[in-house]
T-cell receptor, first 110, second 114 residues
Framework: KNEVEQSPQNLTAQEGEFITINCSYS?????LHWLQQHPGGGIVSLFM???GKKKHGRLIATINIQEKHSSLHITASHPRDSAVYIC????????????FGKGTLLTVNP | SAVISQKPSRDICQRGTSLTIQCQVD?????MFWYRQQPGQSLTLIAT?????????ESGFVIDKFPISRPNLTFSTLTVSNMSPEDSSIYLC???????????FGQGTRLTVV
């Protein structure tokens, strides 16, 4: 069983819809990362959070430390949001290490 | 923040050959990380590359198969040696901020071994 579980694995939405991707983790963490991977393979860091909520444009990330759960929300989704979204749990202090989920493939249709 | 330039972005290689992937960072970093992402799987850490010392390999990865160089604080290479089709994956380099653990990734190298 992976220590970081994401759901759903695949998500198809119509442009404009509100999207939620969920992440549950079983390890103790220092921070939770949300990443975006484009078809070429490159990865962009969207958020890193250890508590509460962060917002950047149409993207919102929340985390509940007690429940070991995080969500990534996309408001007013757009076809350019189509990508794989990856949750990663960071832990270890001076030997910081990331444990990755398998990712959620999001397709937003016009 | 850190900007990482990784190349090549993709390659198709014959089995039995080797490919060297390069990562250049726009700032000095102590540690660089090399990951593999097999099709449909999550990223797996191959090794941590420290400047001036041997790389530290994760369980299941060995230096003979994945030799790493780290000649200075801004550059590293990963070689995939004696390739087989099972090595077909995306390979990524990464650095992390020591101050706040923010992670930065290269553009990835999509390797296909035929």
């Amino acid at each position: 069983k992976n220590e970081v579980e994401q759901s759903p694995q695949n998500l198809t939405a119509q442009e404009g819809e509100f999207i939620t991707i969920n992440c549950s983790y079983s390890v103790g963490i220092s921070a939770l990362h949300w990443l975006q991977q484009h078809p070429g393979g490159g990865i962009v860091s969207l958020f890193m959070l250890s508590s509460g909520k962060k917002k950047h444009g149409r993207l919102i990330a929340t985390i509940n430390i007690q429940e070991k759960h995080s969500s990534l929300h996309i408001t007013a989704s757009h076809p350019r949001d189509s990508a794989v979204y990856i949750c990663a749990a960071g832990s270890g202090g001076s030997n910081y290490k990331l444990t990755f989920g398998k990712g959620t493939l999001l397709t937003v249709n016009p | 923040s850190a900007v990482i330039s990784q190349k090549p972005s993709r390659d198709i290689c014959q089995r039995g050959t080797s490919l060297t992937i390069q990562c250049q960072v726009d700032s000095q970093v102590t540690m660089m990380f090399w990951y593999r992402q097999q099709p449909g799987q999550s990223l797996t850490l191959i090794a941590t590359a420290n400047q001036g010392s041997e790389a530290t390999y994760e369980s299941g990865f060995v230096i003979d198969k994945f030799p790493i160089s780290r000649p200075n604080l801004t550059f590293s290479t990963l070689t995939v040696s004696n390739m087989s089709p099972e090595d077909s994956s995306i390979y990524l380099c990464s650095v992390e901020s020591r101050s706040n653990f923010e992670a930065f990734f290269g553009q990835g190298t999509r390797l296909t071994v035929v």
